[in-house]
């Protein structure tokens, strides 16, 4: 069976879709009256909203695929807003020809996540193109939240600590594996997963300046944005980054930058000094945060990002023109 | 100048495109700080939430755009759920080698729209593919809106009263005839529009039972599910439904029945016999409702939808197995 045009229609082929596939798998009451709207309820004043459209090349790739990781990458821009994640919506764009089976994985592992993640997947929407409109299924996702901090650039000082949640570059070099055929031989996934139940016990954390999930552009661009909204200089050294070997080896091969390489698993972290060994701990103390380590300081010598070198030299970390590796999420 | 894979990679040639062109039109506070998810509030307990895709072809057409129609539908989808529609999130998939004047004229009328809509785009996101993987451009909008009414199809009584808020079939025929080349000179544009100062007032109805925006499938498609869902027959009055002339010839010439084409800017209604005159009046007070009737009426005498043909017969209107204009929105 594949994604005929009809299963677009909003005819019967679209319903038998959305109760056959759709339906099956995310099991929600909000999502069962099938209305134009979904009714949720937030008890916050503040509400977080985030949209993410997802295109990844391929769309199965060690460690997950375009479903699981449109679930995480919104759970994750709301957790590292200070938001608890609650709700998502789903548009789906699907490829006439789209083999049934293969979207039915992608949804379930949808289903899966959103689980994991204690979110709630209340509204949706397929649209179908014909053969050659799109690259087999485009998922955008939107996300809903409780404020729960306030977090912002500005509100870090000078003498403030970077923390990254463990290694970095390992879903852009598992993209690129298994995107092109390097013939290497590699134990390399992706690191796509919702961050929500690592992140959300630092809100408790007076000195929790700023958080960032930094996928298209790395650690590196991240940070770089970072320290142009807030006006700091940011100072990282280069021994205490956690990366793979196996991902050093590659990205050099392969000629790409590790601290510009995406993660979908990781967030980067601003504290104050004071708090900085109380967040390490709690993240320590959960299986995504095991290799969390304390990377660099805010400092007010300088503006932007220095890479302090193993061999004491400095580097300034620049924003890229483009990524070289591009349809990474 | 036109889309690059640069401009999705969330580097400096993505920032250009924010800053140069969704910036200058989407000029909201809330997007200003540009971080993973923007903050909004909310004062009703229950709050609406809706997503679509609009993969529409041709992306320009008569009475509007992708752009235009992709806040018109989203606005449209929570008013006609009870909600005053607040708060809208884009999500751009954009095709390398897209005129950038195209997709400024397309951000440029979203904007307009949902100025004269009074909705805040309050978060968005790009993404490029190659050249061959989308149709130029598709877009995501996810609205939130305050839920100030209850409306289900539940709510309906047999002696309950269909309104349509007036002309149908445009969108679809517009469409239709942009696509092809049938060499017809015509006037019919699409009704593409944001019904909610149209459909608002209605609120204050406590006869008011049900709201829906008939695009894909149409009309009948719209009251077949009604019925469904409500358990409820519905009898329609051919003549009374309003149909353009122009519209009638033109689907009669292509095969099409206008009961089954899209419409953008149309409500159908099911409203109380007490207060249907007062729905009337309200609709025609409005510049977009001026053409609205009485085109039928809910039944206990049978079950889903039966249209009274002018000389008296009776004809079953059926689900169709799928559309026979994909892509209409």
């Known amino acids: 069976m594949r994604i005929e045009i009809g299963h677009g229609s ?7 879709l959305i109760e056959k596939v759709f339906l099956k798998h995310f099991d929600t009451p909000e999502l069962k009256p ?10 916050a004043e503040s509400i977080a909203i985030t949209t993410d459209s997802y295109v990844i090349r391929p769309r199965f790739f060690p460690g997950g695929n375009i479903g699981k990781l449109s679930i ?18 789903v548009g789906f764009i699907l490829e006439e020809g789209l083999p049934l089976e293969e979207l039915e994985k992608i949804v379930e592992s949808m289903a899966e996540t959103a ?20 690259d087999g299924i485009y998922i ?33 070099t598992a993209i690129s594996l298994a995107r092109e055929n390097f013939e290497i031989e590699t134990q390399i996934k992706s690191d796509c997963a919702p961050l929500n139940s690592l992140l959300t016990p630092l809100f408790e954390l007076d000195g929790l300046r700023w958080m960032r999930d930094p996928t298209r ?19 990282l050294y280069e021994e205490k980054i956690p990366i793979r070997e196996e991902v050093k ?18 967030a980067v972290i601003i504290v104050s000094k004071k708090d900085a060994e109380r967040a390490l701990e709690i993240l320590k103390s959960h299986p995504l945060g095991k290799d969390a380590e304390i990377i660099g300081e805010v400092t007010e010598d300088f503006k932007g990002v220095r890479l302090i070198t193993s061999i004491g030299g400095e580097r300034r970390l620049e924003l890229l023109e483009e990524d070289p590796l591009p349809r990474i999420c």
């Not at 909003?10 to 038998?16: D, F, K, M, S």
């Not at 099938?34 to 008890?43: E, G, M, P």
């Not at 995480?72 to 919506?89: E, F, W």
């Not at 552009?217 to 100072?235: D, M, N, P, Q, R």
């Open 249 to 266: 080896f590659i990205s050099e091969m392969i000629g790409y930058d590790p601290l510009y390489l995406a993660n979908e698993g990781k």
């Open 115 to 134: 689980k994991r993640a204690g979110v709630k997947i209340v509204t949706g929407d397929t649209k179908v193109v014909e053969s050659g409109k799109c």
């Open 217 to 235: 552009g790395g650690l590196a661009t991240a940070l770089i944005e970072f320290s142009e909204s807030a006006g700091v200089g940011v100072k």
């Open 140 to 172: 955008n996702t939107t996300g809903v939240g409780e404020v729960v901090r306030e977090l912002s650039p500005q509100n870090s000082e000078p003498g403030d600590v970077v923390i990254v949640t463990g290694y970095v570059g390992d879903h852009g």
């Open 72 to 89: 995480c990458g919104t759970v994750n821009d709301l957790t590292v807003s200070g938001a608890i994640p609650k709700y998502i919506s």
């Open 34 to 43: 099938l209305q134009d709207a979904s009714c949720i309820s937030i008890s």
């Open 10 to 16: 909003g005819g019967r082929l679209t319903r038998e």
